[in-house]
């Protein structure tokens, strides 16, 4: 459950990290996360399947510690081998509930949100080009984004209107954030996030651990039991502050350890390239 994390910061330091600085990348922050998760369900009485929601925070704020660390002031130009290509992508989403009545709630919350996320990604999507047309890039992150968004509360949404501005909201901050953010990001803070991990994962997480929080205190307001749900809602706030402040201080020495020149990081002129890293029997003198 721990690897979603490596995998969103890997892409905020992708085509800019050897094989063996991934690898120590991963090592350092799996192990952290773990730790991490731990504190959260046995200290601050988290629910598991919550906790594991902070994955995709844990993971883009560590990705852009690293970044922080990797970056060169060439990544402000833009790269031609850094674009995506037309392929296929795969994403998964795991929410662990085990009550059947919830699972099913979980499904169609996660439904609405990403449906209107997408519709929301496609108006602002062309909105924001200047030729007026659609960025796929744009497109899958926005989709993606409102699943990460209405995580922490989809098993608990009693009301499709509360999933579908989650959704919407989520959209719109990831296509802006892709838009406006990026830039800045690159020039002014020396983060370059290849992948666009924060406008993905970062903000839609954040943004749907507010909302769970918000959720939860209106849900229960004026009840009899008040004062735990307040409890709830307090320790839910104290494990995202966990997670932001553990990934940024986990981000920050690992990213002081990947440019050690033991780990020959690659050089400038080979970033988002990785021919070196493997082998071509059809290059090979003799075929």
């Avoid at 919350?109 to 047309?133: E, H, M, Q, R």
């Amino acid at each position: 459950m721990s690897i979603p994390t490596v995998l969103i910061s890997a892409g905020a330091v992708l085509g800019k990290a050897n094989p063996i600085q991934l690898i120590l990348m991963a090592l350092i922050e799996v192990t952290v996360f773990a730790a991490n998760r731990w504190i959260a369900m046995d200290v601050l009485q988290v629910e598991n399947h919550l906790s594991l929601m902070y994955v995709h925070l844990f993971g883009a704020y560590f990705g852009l510690m690293l970044a922080w660390w990797l970056y060169h002031p060439s990544l402000s130009q833009k790269a031609e081998k850094e674009t995506s290509k037309p392929a296929s992508h795969l994403f998964a989403m795991l929410v662990l509930i085990n009550n059947e009545g919830d699972k099913s709630v979980a499904i169609y919350n996660t439904y609405f949100a990403i449906a209107s996320s997408t519709v929301t990604a496609f108006a602002l999507s062309v909105a924001t080009n200047k030729d007026g047309k659609i960025n796929m890039t744009q497109i899958q992150n926005s989709t993606l984004a409102g699943g990460v968004a209405v995580g922490f509360s989809a098993s608990s949404i009693q009301h499709p209107w509360i999933a579908i501005t989650l959704g919407l909201l989520a959209g719109t901050v990831s296509v802006l954030g892709s838009v406006f953010l990026q830039k800045p990001l690159n020039t002014y803070l020396k983060i370059h996030d290849t992948c666009r991990v924060h406008s993905t994962f970062g903000f839609p997480s954040l943004l749907g651990a507010i909302a769970h929080t918000i959720l939860t205190i209106a849900d229960h307001w004026g009840g009899s039991n008040q004062s735990h749900w307040g409890y709830v809602a307090l320790m839910g706030l104290g494990a995202l502050s966990l997670s932001i402040i553990l990934s940024l201080v986990a981000g920050f020495i690992t990213g002081s350890l990947l440019i050690c020149k033991l780990w020959k990081a690659p050089p400038v002129a080979k970033y988002f390239d990785d021919q070196a890293y493997w082998e071509f029997p059809h290059l090979a003198v003799g075929y």
